[in-house]
């Protein structure tokens, strides 16, 4: 009986199957199956599922982020002393005016001549050339640039004001206390350090050098240009005007412990220490970068025996010669060599090391094989009609956008700001091998990356980046304090 039911019920199967089999339409052999067409994989949802970002898309959101830059805020250096005078910048700001009025311009000291956050951005340093040194809370700096174009700051809120009519050229903050401030000059041969938590306005502590430079029977002071710190131990570096070094360890004494020499006699405008206190390169008037190894050896003997030691650079590069070896370079401009105005390391790639020279060029020295790797160079003066002035002797100090490879320098000839992608790769615009119709594979945008020009009211002679936000402050050659972010824009009226 079961038999039979299971005969019945399959014999039914295969007559419905008939039935529905001459509803059909029968395939084409020839006909080529049509695929569903490949979409890209989103780049959100990738990024969200491997917890990292692509190279290629970071520097993609590169140009996003340089296009998004404008001027928010421009604040003159309009600051009086205790007794209602015009402090030293304010007052040659003034004289300079008036002698542009009268067709009788003078060569006065005047302009932001450095610039530095603290480690956790709260507190903006700046020295002037004409010597004022100001400490601002940013976020009150920053929260008045919604109001005006140009901006009078509040002096109520500035934490500090000295104006002791002395130039100044270098101010850092002490990384191992966020409450000094280091102070140099050109003129002179001491390092200030100034404790900002008191509201002193005379130095807790002055470093000095050990020589002076005699010429003619006179004594000539050696003057510092730039200062460096170990992030690990007590120990601060000062570049002078005659090619040194030097060293202070300030368990010690106020004299260096410790001298860098380098193999011509000329000032070292810039230094910069690695990430790991072993390696300082430095930089000058002769175009020439010098690298020091400060690890072991007779540099670690005199921190034991605390006598003074010469020591020479382990190796040297100019950079002259590195650019000739660019052919497409070599064919387009003359390679003569120039002075260096400031080196730096990148903060998110540790072997790149940025150069700016005095006619507005810059670049990136790989450290590792001393090749440079990425040049911009900027249209000369005549090509634009820009005029010339004195003011472009002035030192001019670039920086670095903290998390990623953006490098900010101000133009000598026009008035505004340069911000070049760096990016280690052949796709940045400004590498030696970068092809203009080549493209990245992996890269579905059209749109490449491009350096950008910011256009600003004033020159800018020095810059620096917020460590957090990556908001940027420019000193102008006027003694302004100028802001370059992004634009805020009211949500006044939405839900």
Known sequence: MQFAFAYIYKRSLCVERAKMEKYLVPQNPLKERVHPRRRLRWKRSMIELNAKFEPSYRHEMMNLLMRSYSDVGVFPHL???????????????ILGETSYELNFPLRRRKGVSSIDFDNKGIYLASVTKSGCLTVHDFESLYCQTNKLTCLQEDESKLLLHLSP??????????????????????????????????????????????????????????GLSDVAFASNDSRIFGADTHGTINVWDRRVKSLPCLELTSTLFGTLNSIQLDAENQIIFGAGRHGIVYVWDIRGGRASATFLSHKEICQPPVTSVKLATLLEKIGSLKAQAEIVPKEIHSIGLNPSCPYQLAFHLDD????????????????????????????????QMDLRKPSWLSTCSIYLAGSPFDRGLHMLDFYPSISSPSHVDYKEDIQEPSSPIKQKNQNRFIPLPEGVLSCAAHPLYNAIVAGTKEASLLVISQKRQSCKGED
């Open 79 to 93: 600051y009086q002393t205790d007794s209602g005078e015009p402090c030293c910048s304010n007052l040659n700001r």
């Open 165 to 222: 009519d002395r130039q100044l050229d270098v101010v850092k903050w002490n990384p191992l206390n966020q409450n000094e401030v280091l102070c140099a000059s050109l003129k002179r041969n001491v390092l200030l350090i100034f404790d900002v938590a008191y509201l002193l306005s005379e130095p807790i502590e002055v470093l000095r050098t050990r020589h002076t430079a005699t010429v003619n029977g006179s004594n000539i002071p050696i």
């Open 360 to 391: 507005g060029w810059s670049g990136i020295l790989d450290i590792n094989n001393l090749q440079v790797t990425h040049v911009h160079c900027p249209p000369p003066a005549w090509l634009n009609d820009s005029y010339v002035s004195l003011d």
